[in-house]
């Protein structure tokens, strides 16, 4: 199943805290500006990751954060006070309405009226045409599905009026598969892959919540891709594989232990991936965990990452094209789909291809190959602070 990653203007991204939504979008926006692209990354009001990941201060007006790539952080009050200056029309009547200790507590209070503001935000921004695409980091998973059905928990609640024409638009934006998708992001583990499940199966809802919403011409968001996120690369060379397997009495005992447990974790990251794109069908890309993002915020690694993660979308992987047999596979996918070699062979490297082994059982056997003491920590699929 190919899929075009640049089609849509808005691209809303959710799922579980500490997945790396972050990081994906980030990736994604470098490599969208590289293929001449304007994007603009949304982060919402209780997040403050992409002006640290870019060493920029972000405010409510988009600004430049890296070559030709634009951010923009949407603050609760700031779209509450952008949508009644829209109504009131003066800046400073508008900002003292907002000011005002009741109105503030009414806004602190009441359900939903920053979100509401926020769609208004996210509408604007759409309707004007000077950014694409539109990637916006949705909250973890609740917050998320609150925030979509904000237009039809509203519905039936509103007059004919600003709010009410403020609604349809955003219902209007949502509900438009041409315009709007949602991804989902997770983690080759076993509770992130869960919460992606019933995450999926709520978004999807039953064949009779399907029909309900067909007759009543409700719509609903389009899903997208599914990202999973620090894949495991393969702990073991082919060489050290056949040690293990075939000369086990050739490695000291707990140089086999630790590459037996990262030969295990390896396998079970790739059956969460290969179940996770079986059971949901979506198209879907597997990223490796970049040691160099570990340590640092790292562009250069992002943007790797990024044109990828492209590369496997337009060269078809996922919903059953064997996204779960390997890191090395998926990024050999991206080379072939048009991003150039380069990228697969650079994400390769930042993924830490090849063992770097040397243990002290082959070195006293003589074998030359490399320990596997190394790959048992690199194996660690949740290592890294999410971005």
């Known amino acids: 199943m190919t899929f075009d990653p640049f089609q849509h203007r808005v691209q809303l991204f959710t799922g579980k805290g500490g997945v790396g939504k972050s990081s994906v979008i980030a990736a994604l926006a470098l490599t969208a500006a590289e293929e001449g692209h304007r994007p603009l990354i949304v982060e919402l009001s209780h997040r403050a990751t992409f002006g640290a990941l870019f060493g920029e201060d972000l405010g409510y007006e988009p600004r430049e954060v890296a070559p030709g790539v634009f951010a923009t952080h949407v603050r609760d009050e700031d779209a509450v006070h952008d949508y009644v200056l829209e109504r009131v029309k003066l800046r400073g009547v508008a900002r003292r309405i907002v000011e005002q200790p009741a109105l503030?507590?009414?806004?602190?209070?009441?359900?939903?009226?920053?979100?509401?503001?926020?769609?208004?935000r996210l509408t604007r921004l759409a309707d004007a045409g000077a950014y694409h695409p539109i990637?916006?980091?949705l909250d973890a998973t609740g917050h998320a599905l609150m925030f979509l059905e904000l237009p039809r928990v509203f519905e039936g609640l509103t007059g004919a009026g600003p709010l009410r024409a403020l609604l349809e638009r955003a219902t209007a934006l949502l509900h438009d598969g041409e315009r709007t998708i949602l991804h989902l992001v997770t983690l080759p583990a076993e509770l992130p892959?869960?919460?992606?499940?019933?995450?999926?199966?709520?978004?999807?809802?039953?064949s009779e919540d399907r029909a309900s919403r067909a007759a009543s011409g409700a719509g609903t968001v389009a899903l997208g891709a599914l990202f999973v996120n620090r894949v495991p690369r393969?702990?073991?060379?082919?060489?050290?594989?056949?040690?293990?397997?075939?000369?086990p009495g050739e490695v000291c005992e707990e140089d086999l232990a630790l590459a037996?447990?990262?030969?295990?974790?390896?396998?079970?990251?790739?059956?969460?991936?290969?179940?996770?794109?079986?059971?949901?069908?979506?198209?879907?890309?597997?990223?490796p965990e970049v040691?160099?993002?570990?340590?640092?915020?790292?562009?250069?690694s992002l943007a790797v990452l990024g044109r990828a993660a492209v590369g496997q979308l337009r060269a078809g992987a996922g919903a059953g094209a064997g996204v779960g047999v390997g890191v090395g596979a998926g990024?050999?996918?991206g080379s072939a789909s048009g991003s150039g070699s380069e990228a697969g062979?650079?994400?390769?490297?930042?993924?830490?291809?090849?063992?770097?082994?040397?243990?002290?059982?082959?070195?006293?056997?003589?074998?030359?190959?490399a320990s596997a003491s190394g790959a048992g920590a690199g194996a660690e699929s949740g290592a890294g602070a999410e971005l």
């Open 345 to 369: 062979s650079e994400a390769r490297s930042e993924a830490g291809g090849g063992s770097e082994v040397a243990s002290r059982s082959e070195v006293a056997s003589g074998s030359g190959s």
């Open 291 to 300: 040691p160099a993002l570990r340590r640092a915020v790292d562009l250069a």
């Open 135 to 137: 990637f916006v980091d």
């Open 104 to 120: 503030a507590r009414f806004f602190e209070a009441a359900p939903a009226v920053a979100e509401v503001a926020t769609l208004h």
């Open 260 to 287: 037996r447990r990262a030969q295990r974790e390896h396998a079970a990251a790739l059956e969460q991936l290969s179940r996770l794109t079986r059971e949901l069908g979506l198209p879907s890309v597997g990223l």
């Open 331 to 333: 990024f050999e996918a």
């Open 193 to 206: 892959a869960r919460e992606t499940r019933q995450l999926h199966a709520a978004l999807v809802g039953s």
């Open 234 to 247: 393969e702990p073991l060379s082919a060489a050290e594989a056949a040690l293990v397997e075939g000369r």
